[in-house]
């Protein structure tokens, strides 16, 4: 196992943070570039989105926490500033989606998933140095959120809103969604950034709200006969359950067990930790013989072969938390075969998915078996943040 957490250190600081910190600084404009593609080429005039820099912030945040290095603070720093200057909304709330390169914002709406990033970051920021103005900022984001996005009579969060928090017709994170007011991906990226701001603020609304978040997944979102999580839904919680997405279901039982530790209540643990159990179990459906984990598949398709186009590739997020979810059930549930799992994924990602030449991950090995190299290398959706999480997950797990 030290092997292995030395394994983890070395990708952590010479393939991930080193090429962030080397490739990705802005000098121009400020902040950190938008986007450079599949072959690792710079684009210059990308857009920065507000995830990305979300990301960056956590990323280099806990990256200080976790190994004490100064290079690793002026980063999260220099993240932390960029956002206070750029992204934060100071007439409405909340945070912009999108800034041209120059940082000028060109996507004003509010778009929750990346407000709960912002918390995320903003409270390991804190959780790292203590910095006061990150903690008000989380907790300034976390209001915003209650007071404009929770749905108190359906209950749960509505996925987004215009800069002035009026309703919206697109509410989309990305073209491959559906259009649904409330979304399984948006409560798992609420429940992860309340958990970490619940850390370092044991504030009574906040503490009631991550519980009602645990209380919405094992209800609404757990569906009650796969034991995989749903995806997309209307105001009253209905929708179609026709996608199987097998990374987000083992992220969900690590982030669910998170929660639950940091709540303390042992009844509740009691309660919910079965439930978990079966949300892993359901989600290694989707490891296959070369010990990867698929990304997802639509209900009754054949599992062999693979679901075509990304379904079938084996995309670098969702090894990252098949790593931790699988070792999360090694840890809480004793299952040794679920270590030998997560040892496998581990084994196929570091021969596969790094780029051990030029620093950072490939999006995913196609189901040919080729490198995809027509997504990103590093842009709005492919950012340090699985990656680095997975590192640190293991080196504090084993450590």
């Not at 900022?137 to 996925?159: C, K, M, P, V, W």
């Not at 073209?175 to 409330?182: H, L």
Request: hydrophobic content about 40%; charged content about 25%.
């Amino acid at each position: 196992m030290e092997a292995l957490k030395a394994d983890m250190r070395q990708v952590l600081e010479e393939n991930i943070l080193q090429y962030w910190m080397e490739r990705m600084v802005d000098e121009e404009h400020g902040g950190f570039y938008g986007r450079r593609d599949g072959e690792d080429h710079l684009i210059k005039d990308a857009p920065k989105g507000a995830v990305l820099n979300a990301r960056i912030l956590w990323t280099f945040s806990a990256a200080y926490r976790v190994l004490s290095k100064p290079a690793y603070l002026d980063m999260a720093l220099r993240a932390k500033e960029y956002i206070l200057n750029h992204f934060i909304d100071y007439e409405y709330g909340g945070v912009y989606w999108m800034l041209d390169f120059k940082g000028n914002p060109i996507d004003c709406r509010k778009q929750i998933y990346a407000i709960g990033f912002m918390i995320y970051g903003f409270s390991e920021l804190y959780r790292a140095t203590g910095d006061e103005k990150a903690l008000k900022t989380a907790i300034q984001l976390f209001n915003d959120i209650e007071r404009h996005a929770y749905d108190s009579q359906n209950n749960g969060y509505i996925e987004a809103l215009t800069r002035e928090w009026q309703p919206i017709g697109d509410m989309r994170l990305s073209d491959k969604d559906e259009n649904g007011s409330r979304t399984m991906n948006t409560h798992l990226h609420i429940l992860e950034p309340y958990t970490n701001l619940y850390r370092v603020w044991k504030d009574k609304e906040l503490e009631q709200q991550l519980r009602n978040l645990i209380h919405i997944f094992v209800t609404k979102i757990v569906n009650a006969h796969s034991s995989h999580l749903d995806l997309f839904f209307d105001d009253h919680w209905m929708g179609a359950r026709d996608i199987v997405s097998y990374g987000h279901d083992i992220e969900a039982a690590w982030l669910l067990t998170e929660a639950l530790e940091i709540l303390g209540d042992e009844q509740l643990i009691s309660e919910i930790m079965p439930i978990v159990n079966r949300i892993a179990q359901a989600a290694e459906e989707g490891i296959q013989p070369c010990g990867a984990m698929l990304d997802e598949r639509r209900v009754g398709e054949s599992m062999s072969p693979p679901l075509k186009g990304q379904g079938g590739d084996f995309v670098w997020w969702v090894q990252c938390e098949c790593i931790i979810g699988e070792l999360n059930q090694w840890q809480h549930f004793g299952d040794n075969e679920a270590l030998a799992r997560a040892l496998r994924c581990w084994e196929y990602t570091k021969q596969h998915l790094i780029d051990w030449e030029h620093g950072e991950w490939y999006w995913s090995i196609l189901e040919n078996g080729k490198i995809n190299l027509d997504d990103d290398k590093a842009g709005p959706w492919k950012c340090p943040y699985h990656n680095t999480r997975m590192c640190i997950e293991v080196m504090e797990r084993i450590g």
